[in-house]
């Protein structure tokens, strides 16, 4: 099993529907980080959170939000989709030690039509 | 301004041409800086962590190296399973989440 699962891998939906990116890790990990990656854009920063408690905005939050359920768990909602969201999600995770080395999962496909 | 550049954007090598790819910062007091691959429909995969300069590591066909301003990854006698694309990244600054190059796309003829 994947030590970093992103649930769903794909998903296509229309303008404006709520839709949540889920993320869970069996690495032990307390850090865990959401970025998008786009053509030409590269890996961009959503949000991110340290530990259970702590949730922190990245490069590109507008527009997203984020749900620390546990240690494991990590969700990213968007509240009202629009089609610039469209993107490749990732969900990594880091040991607390300082400068780790973040571990990705395998992504979701997230089309907004 | 990027905080990681990374050069060339694109490489297409025949099998068993050496080439190295290139990643330049700008931040001050590095603390680390990372190299992963990443495969099509894939997330990235670590490959190296380099924390001071003149630090060296290896890994089959791959050598990283580090400078006080950029760090190659050396690619020796490439096979088409090295196709993929090469991200670097670095922390902003002290304990932060790492910043992103845009990546090199790595194309192996055989």
């Known amino acids: 099993d994947a030590d970093v699962t992103q649930t769903p891998r794909n998903r296509i939906t229309k303008t404006g529907k709520r839709i949540m990116l889920e993320c869970s890790q069996t690495k032990g990990h307390d850090r865990m980080y959401w970025y998008r990656q786009d053509p030409g854009l590269g890996l961009r920063l959503i949000y991110y959170?340290?530990?259970?408690?702590?949730?922190n905005k990245g490069e590109i939050s507008d527009g997203y939000s984020v749900s620390r359920q546990a240690q494991a768990k990590f969700s990213l909602s968007l509240e009202s989709a629009i089609p610039n969201q469209t993107a490749l999600y990732f969900c990594?995770?880091?040991?607390?030690?300082?400068?780790?080395?973040?571990?990705f999962g395998d992504g979701t496909r997230l089309s907004i039509l | 301004e990027d905080q990681v550049t990374q050069s060339p954007e694109a490489l297409r090598l025949q099998e068993g041409e050496s080439s190295s790819l290139n990643c330049s910062y700008t931040v001050s007091g590095l603390r680390g800086l990372f190299w992963y691959r990443q495969d099509p429909g894939k997330g990235p995969e670590f490959l190296f962590t380099?924390?001071?300069a003149g630090e060296e590591k290896e890994k089959e066909r791959l050598k990283a190296t580090l400078t006080k301003k950029e760090s190659f990854l050396h690619i020796t006698a490439p096979k088409p399973e090295d196709s993929a694309t090469y991200l670097c990244a670095v922390p902003y600054s002290g304990n932060t989440p790492l910043v992103f190059g845009k990546g090199t796309r790595l194309s192996v003829i055989a």
């Open positions: 959170s340290f530990d259970v408690k702590d949730i």
């Open positions: 380099l924390y001071s």
């Open positions: 990594a995770t880091s040991d607390v030690t300082v400068n780790q080395p973040q571990h």
